[in-house]
């Protein structure tokens, strides 16, 4: 029994190949053409997961960054007649 299952499944598999190229149509038209014959006429399948755009995303605006105030050093010097030791600004 398990070769007539082996046999059957080659020759289907044989008969079905052997009706696809007997269907074919002689001409190579599009499928959408309305000529009327013998062949099988399906619209192309096209096998894609969909792709969606995306809604555009706002972000908040990024924090304004303001430096600390930078201390210079002032070395010590005569302004006019006065003596000024060294101190930072």
């Known amino acids: 029994m398990v070769r007539y299952r082996r ?3 080659v020759l ?3 008969g079905l ?5 007997v269907a074919l149509p002689g001409k190579a038209e599009a499928w959408w053409c309305c000529r009327v014959g013998i ?3 399906l619209p ?11 809604p555009p995303v706002y972000y908040p605006p990024p924090p304004v960054y303001y430096p600390p105030p ?4 002032v070395p010590p010097h005569w302004q006019g007649s006065v ?3 060294g101190h930072w600004a």
């Open 70 to 73: 930078q201390h210079v050093w």
């Open 39 to 41: 062949g099988i006429a």
């Open 7 to 9: 046999l059957a499944a």
């Open 83 to 85: 003596w000024v030791p």
């Open 17 to 21: 190949a052997g009706l696809a190229v």
């Open 44 to 54: 192309p399948v096209v096998v894609a997961p969909p792709v969606y755009a995306r």
């Open 12 to 14: 289907s598999i044989a």
